[in-house]
């Protein structure tokens, strides 16, 4: 097996794991949206700050179980939690339709 081969083939496992990936974040904003939707009829305001950081420190907790970096998973989250927010401000304030 060359060098080569074998990099091809790591390639190829990160692009299924990045394909899968994909698809959790897909399914996760559909349930982002359904919260934006829940929130908008029941007048629950957009932010919950302590969900926000329950969220990160249980995430980054299970990161460091995982040998992973706490603080790159606490930054992912950050990034995909401000990714949801925007989501439900727009939804909320009616600016898209909640797509289902």
């Known amino acids: 097996m060359t ?4 990099l091809d083939e ?3 496992q990160l692009n299924i794991l990045d394909e899968k990936l994909i698809n959790i974040l ?7 949206r359904a919260i934006a939707d ?3 009829k029941h ?15 249980r995430c ?16 992912l989250y950050t990034l995909i939690i401000d990714e949801a927010c925007r989501l439900e401000d727009d939804i909320i304030d009616n600016k ?4 289902k």
Not at 26 to 32: A, H, L, T, W
Not at 60 to 75: G, I, Q, S
């Open 43 to 57: 007048d629950i305001p957009m932010m919950q700050p302590a969900r926000v950081e329950e969220v990160k420190n």
């Open 26 to 32: 897909s399914e996760r904003y559909q349930i982002c």
């Open 96 to 99: 898209v339709e909640n797509i």
């Open 10 to 12: 790591f390639r190829t």
């Open 60 to 75: 980054a907790t299970m990161a460091k179980n995982k040998n992973l970096n706490p603080d790159f998973v606490r930054n």
């Open 3 to 6: 060098k080569m081969y074998r």
């Open 38 to 40: 829940f929130k908008k």
